[in-house]
């Protein structure tokens, strides 16, 4: 009974130490899927509607090495009033970590830059909304754009799309040791990496191919269909941007996957645009926000920036000279 | 080198029991496995999908 009672106490002591010293290390270094966990915890709550989650409002937090502002109306940019102001051309950009601008300063993500480029010697002032959510799917997306979105009265949305988007809805497991313990969530999350390693399942192209098929592949067509559906009742244009897969730029491994998307979204007669072309020749590790995160950098963002501003004008009919 | 390892843990286990100090094997355990993982998550390739579980 004494012995136990050692083993009890040892395991207390180590789980203590191990608590702290994960603490006092991720204070000093940047690991991604700790700033991940920190975004969840600290930066969003859980809804009980299809958005699953959403974020807290006025908070903020660095993540990543980058300042991250929730404003007022849980989204990362600046305050907007959901009345669009007279004279105003209003895109909403709508997405996930990648369009929120993960590991990227607010004013150097893809949108903002879009708004800046607008509006450089432009009579028409034009806004682009980050609407991005990490971790939101299609799905989440679709519901957030119907519960809050559609408020903003936008001219034209920007459909950020990324490979796990059709995953489906996952909900929170989050219990109070992987909400609240370092120790706790480094361990689940060494899990989660190490079955992907070991596990040909859990890979990346192979886990994500999954979606892509059957009965989910099935699911996701009915949540294409539906954006489309909703935001042509409302005589909103969208362009449903294919944000590439960054780990692997020699060969797109999605391209079946991407084209199938492309098609369904083109079948509903919205235009749709894969940026993968946008980055060949480039070396992944220079888009990268760290050597863990293959999150798009800052030259990434300024990338798919370039390359949606012709795209965006195109099916705007805007010429490039319009002032 | 098994042998001088199984060699090793039996003897710090009955160290550890005969002078009243078997609070130590967890500790040394579960630092050692928080140790590994720490490597590990330094040299692990990226290819493990997004996690979302957690998030």
């Known amino acids: 009974m004494k012995n136990i009672s050692l083993v009890i106490f040892g395991i207390i002591v180590a789980c203590i130490l191990a608590e702290s010293g994960l603490r006092f290390y991720f204070s000093r270094h940047i690991n991604y899927d700790m700033e991940m966990w920190k975004y969840a915890t600290t930066l969003k709550r859980p809804v009980s509607d299809k958005r699953v989650h959403v974020h807290l409002p006025n908070k903020s937090e660095l993540l990543m090495g980058v300042k991250v502002n929730i404003n007022s109306q849980g989204i990362r940019d600046h305050e907007y009033t959901y009345t669009k102001p007279k004279g105003i051309f209003r895109i909403l950009a709508i997405g996930d970590s990648f369009t929120l601008g ?12 879009l708004e800046q480029m607008f509006n450089q010697n432009s009579a028409r002032k034009t806004e682009v909304i980050n609407y991005g ?43 109070f040791f992987t909400k609240h313990s370092y120790f706790a969530a480094f361990v689940a999350q060494r899990y989660f990496q190490l079955r992907s390693i070991f596990s040909a399942k859990y890979k990346y192209g192979q886990y994500y191919k999954l979606f892509y098929q059957g009965e989910l592949w099935d699911a996701y067509t009915k949540v294409i269909d539906d954006f489309a559906i909703q935001t042509k009742k409302r005589n909103i244009p969208m362009l449903a941007v294919i944000l590439p897969d960054l780990r692997d730029l020699s060969r797109n491994i999605f391209e079946v996957e991407n084209h199938k998307v492309l098609q369904r979204f083109s079948d509903n007669g919205v235009t749709g645009v894969s940026l993968f072309n946008a980055f060949s020749g480039i070396k992944e590790s220079t888009v990268w926000v760290a050597k863990d995160d293959p999150h798009p950098n800052v030259l990434a963002h300024k990338i798919i920036a370039d390359h949606l501003i012709t795209d965006i004008r195109n099916i705007l009919n805007w010429s490039r000279s319009e002032k | 080198m098994k042998n001088s390892l199984t060699e090793f843990c039996i003897d710090f286990y009955s160290y550890a029991k005969s002078r009243k100090k078997l609070f130590l094997i967890p500790i040394i355990v579960i630092l050692l496995l928080v140790a590994t993982l720490m490597i590990f998550a330094e040299f692990a390739p990226v290819v493990s999908p997004f996690i979302y579980t957690l998030f």
């Open chain 1, 102 to 113: 993960w590991g990227v300063s607010e004013d150097l993500t893809f949108p903002k830059l």
């Open chain 1, 133 to 175: 959510v990490g971790n939101y799917n299609t799905e989440q997306e679709l519901a957030a754009f119907l519960i809050d979105g559609v408020k903003y009265q936008p001219d034209l949305i920007l459909l950020g799309i990324y490979i796990n988007d059709a995953e489906p809805v996952q909900n929170n497991s989050q219990d």
